[in-house]
């Protein structure tokens, strides 16, 4: 059957509105400087976007969350063929598009002067980037456009992850005490993302002569299958909907979490503890929560929240470029830092619609 025939599960607007918050966070945050002296004033406004690390950890949640979902709703059996034409028009084009954006300069300096520039492992890190492997190997560090490495972990998860949670997911459901063991695993794999350390502690595994950092891709496959298993919890008990005051009540203790640890009052890992109840009670769309992340605003943001993410760094790249090149002095003022997102959001609006969605089309609709 044509995934085009299949009855769509309903959208949760509210995920939506997440991702669209999550992906601006990360943006403010790697746009703003507040070590430079005309950010002291505006310190406790940029604090709000110091938490992108676990942004990404919430991402991870988020796509597990989704892609059950979507795909094992018990109206429609799962098209593998359609799956991956879906996974991988909605990854590849603006993946390879804004990491491309990068090799001009690079490729110049080495047709005029070989690796002496650019690195003898330059064309190592192209490869890896090439083959979307190099988030999974060394995180940001060797990927091109840094936040990609995200991207590589998470299309890890797709391709591998996803099928064996598949397979899981029919085991545990049939057992008597389902719910009750799904939630112990979403706390352990909680537990596991946090010991990962957001990026901040190195995992190491040695592989011969070779130190493989896997804290990246264990956030990857921790964040991702406790979002996917926390799906799962809510299938099972989505015909005892929650109250209004309940969903709310969950919200609100999120957002206490939320403020505590960005006053460093709570340890900031303890946010991805709170996550999957985020997820949970936002699933619900209802509620206060939902009231805010279903306006227009957030859901335009979300839903061009992989532009925004993607793009938010080779544009900051730009324009360090061009005042490198017109020798002038970057700009600190939270002002410029404004204007650069505004640019994103521009430039995001365009990559959307008039790449992003006919790319994800096309490859869709491959084969039919």
């Known amino acids: 059957m044509s995934f085009s025939h299949y009855p769509k599960s309903k959208e949760i607007y509210s995920h939506t509105g997440l991702r669209g918050i999550a992906a601006m966070s990360v943006v403010v945050a790697h746009f703003s400087q507040p070590e430079t002296a005309s950010w002291i004033h505006y310190q406790n406004f940029f604090r709000l976007f110091h938490w992108c690390g676990e942004a990404v950890d919430l991402f991870f949640i988020l796509s597990g969350f989704i892609l059950n979902w979507v795909y094992l709703s018990k109206e429609r059996s799962l098209n593998w063929t359609t799956y991956i034409k879906a996974r991988v028009g909605r990854i590849m084009p603006l993946y390879y598009l804004t990491t491309a954006m990068y090799l001009p300069f690079p490729i110049i300096s080495m047709l005029k002067h070989g690796l002496d520039y650019v690195g003898l492992d330059y064309p190592k890190t192209v490869l890896f980037n090439a083959i979307m492997i190099s988030g999974i190997i060394d995180g940001f560090h060797h990927t091109i456009n840094g936040p990609a490495w995200s991207i590589s972990v998470e299309f890890f998860c797709y391709l591998a992850l996803f099928p064996f949670l598949v397979f899981l997911n029919r085991l545990l459901i049939r057992k008597r005490h389902g719910v009750k063991i799904l939630i112990f695993l979403v706390g352990i ?21 070779w ?5 990246w891709l264990g956030r990857g496959i921790f964040g991702f299958s406790a979002g996917f298993i926390l799906c799962t919890i809510y299938r099972m008990c989505i015909r005892r909907k929650l109250s209004t005051a309940i969903i709310n009540s969950m919200f609100f203790a999120f957002v206490g979490v939320f403020i505590l640890t960005l006053l ?9 503890f709170a996550f999957p109840l985020l997820v949970y009670c936002t699933a619900f769309d209802e509620g206060t929560g939902s009231i805010i992340l279903k306006s227009k605003p957030i859901q335009w943001l979300g839903e061009r929240s992989y532009s925004i993410y993607l793009w938010h760094m080779p544009i900051l790249c730009f324009q360090i470029l061009l005042f490198s090149l017109v020798k002038k002095v970057m700009p600190t003022a939270p002002w410029d830092c404004a204007l650069l997102v505004l640019i994103v959001l521009g430039i995001s609006e365009l990559s959307y619609r008039f790449y992003e969605v006919p790319c994800r089309d096309f490859i869709r609709n491959l084969g039919k």
């Open 189 to 209: 794999l909680v537990l596991c993302l946090a010991l990962c350390g957001s990026g901040d502690r190195e995992i190491a595994i040695k592989i011969g002569q």
């Open 264 to 272: 460093d009052i709570l340890p900031h890992f303890l946010l991805l």
């Open 211 to 215: 130190q493989w950092d896997s804290s």
